[in-house]
């Protein structure tokens, strides 16, 4: 599966920005989609999750605030990011995983995306 993020930019602190995620080469249908991220001179770090049945899993620092959805017809996943704050700043990466349960752990996801990059400004 060949993934690639795009959306990326510059927005204000308290802002909206809506990341996608598209998929080639196999459909998503059965796999497990997720977003992380990577801050300068951070280690990657769990954003959300979502299973094939729409199940999600959201880190607790971007719960209420980051939603995750899929359009398995169109083969993408899109984060939709609100209240944003300096902190979220970083590039962020979809991933997808073949296994069964949902999991925050990067090891766990077999393909990666190139990765966008998101800045908040305060």
């Known amino acids: 599966v060949q993934l690639q993020a795009s959306g990326g930019g510059l927005v204000q602190a308290g802002h909206s920005l809506r990341l996608s995620c598209a998929a080639a080469?196999?459909?998503?249908?059965?796999?497990?989609m997720a977003w992380f991220r990577q801050a300068p001179g951070k280690e990657r770090e769990f954003v959300v999750a979502?299973?094939?049945?729409?199940?999600?899993y959201h880190a607790d620092y971007v719960k209420g605030r980051f939603t995750i959805s899929r359009d398995d017809a169109k083969n993408t996943v899109t984060l939709h990011m609100n209240n944003l704050k300096p902190e979220d700043t970083a590039i962020y990466y979809c991933a997808a995983d073949g296994g069964y349960r949902l999991s925050h752990v990067p090891g766990s996801y077999d393909y990666w995306g190139q990765g966008t990059l998101v800045t908040v400004s305060s």
């Open positions: 080469g196999r459909t998503i249908k059965k796999y497990n």
């Open positions: 979502i299973n094939w049945r729409g199940t999600t």
